[in-house]
């Protein structure tokens, strides 16, 4: 499976942010969804995750209550919905696709990504 990130882009610390992640291929409905980000000079970290019919979602502390993931199978889709944004989440934003949910928030379950999108929250 191909994935195409869009959605970054600058906004101001409290403002929000919707990325989505197209998919290509016609097994889109088979893996979990995942969006990692990595900002300068730190590691690549996980955000969230959706299972594959996109009943669960996962986050990160940092980001749950603000952030949200959902997905759309039939548009091959996945989305990231991100609000009230501070400058602690600048950074280029990754999503993902892999087979084990039960390990949702690790990077090596993941075996497809796509090239990233880049978000800049300015204070």
């Known amino acids: 499976v191909q994935l195409q990130a869009s959605g970054g882009g600058a906004v101001q610390a409290g403002g929000s942010l919707n990325l989505s992640c197209a998919a290509s291929?016609?097994?889109?409905?088979?893996?979990?969804m995942g969006w990692f980000r990595q900002a300068p000079g730190k590691e690549r970290e996980f955000v969230g995750a959706?299972?594959?019919?996109?009943?669960?979602?996962y986050y990160t502390v940092a980001v749950k209550g603000r952030f949200t993931i959902s997905r759309d199978n039939g548009k091959k889709t996945v989305y990231l919905h991100m609000n009230s944004l501070s400058s602690e989440d600048t950074a280029v934003y990754y999503c993902?696709?892999?087979?084990?949910?039960?390990?949702?928030?690790?990077?090596?379950?993941?075996?497809?990504w796509g090239q990233g999108t880049q978000v800049t929250v300015s204070s």
């Open positions: 993902a696709a892999g087979l084990s949910v039960e390990a949702a928030d690790q990077f090596w379950a993941y075996g497809y």
């Open positions: 291929g016609r097994t889109f409905s088979r893996y979990m």
């Open positions: 959706v299972d594959r019919s996109g009943g669960r979602a």
